[in-house]
């Protein structure tokens, strides 16, 4: 009943814009701190951004800094992420996740995930 769906991915080129878009059902995710994180083939899952609960604080990992923007629109339930300048080095599938409160966690402690949409950045 809880879930995250995860979509907007595809393929780009480089320097071209995604906007992804994550979807809650079954919560209301204005209160709970929501990340993206990405995993690339051969590679460990990373945090890419997130956004906190209540406030909306947000942070970025440093590699996508300046690219990347992540919002949430509490009455549609649903967090994007805005990538722009996008590289063949953010190739990956990217999952949004929530955190048991409003804080922002590592993705160790995140239990409630969605299922992910593939970034392919390629020329």
């Known amino acids: 009943q809880l879930q995250l769906v995860e979509s907007g991915g595809g393929l780009v080129q480089p320097g071209g814009s995604l906007r992804l878009s994550c979807v809650a059902s079954?919560?209301?995710?204005?209160?709970?701190?929501i990340g993206w994180f990405r995993q690339a083939p051969g590679k460990e899952r990373e945090a890419v951004s997130c956004?906190?609960?209540?406030?909306?604080?947000?942070n970025y990992a440093d590699s996508v800094k300046g690219r990347f923007t992540i919002s949430r629109d509490n009455a549609k339930n649903t967090v994007y992420l805005r990538m722009n300048s996008l590289k063949p080095e953010d190739t990956a599938i990217y999952y949004c996740?929530?955190?048991?409160?409003?804080?922002?966690?590592?993705?160790?402690?995140?239990?409630?995930w969605g299922q992910g949409t593939l970034v392919t950045v390629s020329s």
């Open positions: 996740a929530r955190s048991p409160g409003p804080m922002c966690l590592a993705a160790r402690y995140l239990e409630v």
């Open positions: 956004i906190s609960g209540g406030s909306g604080g947000t």
């Open positions: 079954g919560f209301t995710l204005d209160y709970y701190a």
